[in-house]
């Protein structure tokens, strides 16, 4: 199933991905994906599917990718957009 329509991320891909990294923090999960979050409406249904939600990703206002870079976070908890 489709969860992510700006990527195109998967529920089976990003629930591999995810245990591939020990992560379950769907920000991480995404931009290990190379497709990291556009508009963000999917990181809280990301986040319950991975069994955390998206809270943890949020506490720090950005979550480390896999590339070392940040991807920061809007205060809603939605991707910002750049």
Same mark, same amino acid.
């Given at each position: 199933m489709i969860v992510c329509l700006c990527n195109g991320h998967n529920d089976r891909e990003i629930r591999a991905k995810a245990a591939e990294l020990g992560s379950t923090c769907p920000v991480t999960v995404y931009a290990a994906l190379q497709g990291p979050p556009r508009c963000g409406r999917c990181l809280d249904y990301a986040g319950r599917m991975l069994g955390t939600g998206a809270q943890h990703c949020r506490?720090? +206002? +950005?979550?480390?990718d896999t590339t070392g870079g940040f991807v920061p976070l809007a205060k809603d908890g939605h991707a910002a957009l750049a």
């Open positions: 506490n720090g +206002a +950005a979550d480390r």
